[in-house]
């Protein structure tokens, strides 16, 4: 188990750090999303630390069919394959099985579906799962649990999270068999929980006291962001969050912007992940302390100041506007590289002030100023 420091709270809101095989993380934290083992728009391991990221989520789900995870682990495991020294988080696959709900069928024994690939049958359980993360290496290994649409009917969620609750023990007592193995890259792999249920706040918190009784290293909020309102997310946080043990990380997954990352750490949530930076930056939405911006707009056209004159990110201190803005309009790749860099350092810095404020007890004052500009256009 991780060593888990609670350095300061403000209302709900935690500054804390876990420290894992791989270096200590302080939180709140944003991963940031490298889903086949590297984040769209052309950025490498190299430039992660110049956006201040320290943490790197991969997928199990797309790992394992291309490029496979035995071959990965011929090569070192993921960290070593792609060059990348931090901590390394791998969503268990859960959420992609979900995704493909026309060409995917689950039972008590797992999920089986048609690769995209090239058409092939694959199947993937809870011990398959694990064993893929196992062969990866990853420090931090999500369980592998269903995704549930919402909205569900009541009586199918019930049965799905005790479902998930028997794959979180069959993924506890596999993580614990392989952690065994002299053959295992890394013995020390972490284990999270995820808590589901939809909208139905009563089964999350049903679900939640069911899973923290099954010893894992930190627990996560699953199944949210998947067509549910902002509110009932944060009402489901809210719910949740006071059943989760207070001396373990709590992530909250696939989510979001910067408003609900905002929302969800003054809920008390510690660890996040998204690829909205990444969508948004494709198109030219960027993110800034003033609010979003559209880069294609026309008013940027002559404009000769960075996206944001307070940000220190490798696209801010050496472009202008102007010429981002031409990059996008004439398709030209640096132009999505330099929104995606922008992006996760923002997101990155986003994160870095929240433990800082936190840990000033100025929290609250930042909460309640950035509330009402984050989720909002950018004026200038």
């Avoid at 859960?94 to 689950?106: D, E, N, P, T, Y």
């Avoid at 993924?171 to 053959?183: A, I, K, M, S, V």
């Avoid at 050496?318 to 004439?330: E, G, M």
Wanted: glycine share 8%.
């Amino acid at each position: 188990m991780g060593r888990f420091t609670l350095i300061a709270k403000q209302g709900r809101a935690r500054r804390t750090r876990f420290e894992t095989p791989h270096g200590a993380i302080e939180t709140p934290v944003f991963m940031n999303v490298g889903t086949a083992a590297a984040i769209r728009g052309g950025v490498g391991p190299e430039d992660l630390p110049a956006l201040n990221c320290t943490v790197e989520l991969s997928n199990t789900y797309h790992l394992h069919l291309r490029p496979g995870d035995e071959l990965i682990k011929k090569l070192g495991g993921i960290r070593k394959f792609m060059n990348w020294n931090g901590p390394v988080l791998t969503d268990s696959g859960g959420f992609q099985v979900f995704s493909l709900a026309h060409r995917r069928k689950i039972t008590e024994e797992g999920a089986s579906f048609t690769s995209y690939i090239d058409g092939r049958r694959v199947f993937i359980g809870p011990e398959e799962s694990i064993r893929i993360q196992s062969n990866l290496a990853s420090t931090i290994a999500m369980a592998f649990d269903e995704c549930i649409a919402n909205p569900s009917p009541k009586p199918y969620v019930a049965r799905s999270i005790a479902r998930t609750s028997r794959w979180l023990e069959r993924c506890r007592h596999e993580l614990d068999r392989l952690n065994g193995l002299d053959t295992t890259l890394n013995r020390d792999q972490m284990l999270f929980g995820i808590d589901q249920g939809g909208v139905y706040t009563d089964l999350r918190v049903q679900h939640m006291r069911e899973i923290r009784d099954i010893p894992c290293d930190g627990y996560a909020i699953g199944g949210l962001s998947v067509g549910e309102t902002a509110e009932q997310m944060y009402e489901v946080i809210s719910a949740v969050e006071p059943e989760m043990p207070a001396d373990k990380p709590r992530y909250l997954m696939g989510v979001g912007t910067p408003l609900n990352i905002l929302e969800a750490v003054h809920l008390g949530v510690d660890f996040f992940d998204c690829v909205l930076p990444l969508r948004n930056a494709q198109h030219g939405n960027v993110f800034t302390w003033n609010g979003k911006m559209r880069l294609l707009a026309e008013k940027y056209r002559l404009d000769e100041r960075p996206i944001d004159e307070n940000c220190a990110c490798p696209a801010c201190r050496q472009h202008s506007r102007a010429y981002i803005r031409h990059l996008l309009k004439v398709d030209e790749r640096l132009g999505m590289r330099l929104c995606v860099l922008h992006n996760l350092f923002f997101y990155n810095e986003l994160t870095t002030r929240m433990r800082r404020e936190i840990e000033l007890g100025s929290f609250e004052s930042f909460y309640s100023k950035y509330r009402d500009i984050l989720g909002e256009f950018a004026e200038d």
